[in-house]
């Protein structure tokens, strides 16, 4: 397994985490496909979603895999009125990451991140590692320190 900038990152700031490696599909790149083929629960494994602000600008939303981003919500919590899902041709310009391997943690520039207040209920949650396959498995409290994170209510009910 090759580290990722995501791992390097993730030990210089000395946050403890375990990689999952996970065969790709590339018909299902969906966080409940990859939550299956890792034996977690969907919810344990979140999902990064970059959205745009009608005023703000970039954005990102981490939320469990099986769920789905209420856009109200999402831009309520970043300060703003209205925001959209960013185009997936604009998503390795504004972030360095394909679709399918966005991570949270070493975009190009941190963006403001919002973490879904289910985070808490788990003592560790999955995010991607920065690539097709490969997740960490960390603490949301660590994740929430590092990002800058607030958790959230960002699901659609």
Not at 79 to 108: F, N, Q, W
Not at 125 to 144: F, H, K, Q, W, Y
Request: aromatic letters at 6%; hydrophobic letters at 40%; one cysteine or more.
């Amino acid at each position: 397994m090759n580290k990722t900038n995501v791992m390097r990152i993730l030990e210089s700031e000395d946050i403890p985490y375990t990689p999952h490696e996970y065969p790709v599909d590339e018909n299902d790149l969906s966080g409940v496909h990859t939550a299956a083929a890792l034996g977690l629960p969907a919810e344990q494994l979140f999902k990064t979603l970059v959205l745009r602000g009608e005023r703000t600008g970039l954005f990102v939303c981490c939320v469990p895999s099986n769920g789905e981003v209420d856009l109200k919500k999402a831009a309520k919590a970043a300060g703003d009125k209205a925001a959209v899902m960013l185009h997936m041709k604009e998503l390795l310009p504004a972030t360095g990451y394909i679709r399918g391997g966005c991570s949270p943690i070493g975009m190009k520039k941190k963006l403001p991140t919002f973490l879904d207040e289910t985070s808490i209920l788990w003592e560790t949650i999955c995010v991607s590692a920065g690539t097709r396959g490969l997740m960490v498995e960390c603490s949301p409290n660590d994740l929430v320190r590092y990002l800058g994170a607030p958790q959230v209510d960002l699901l659609k009910e």
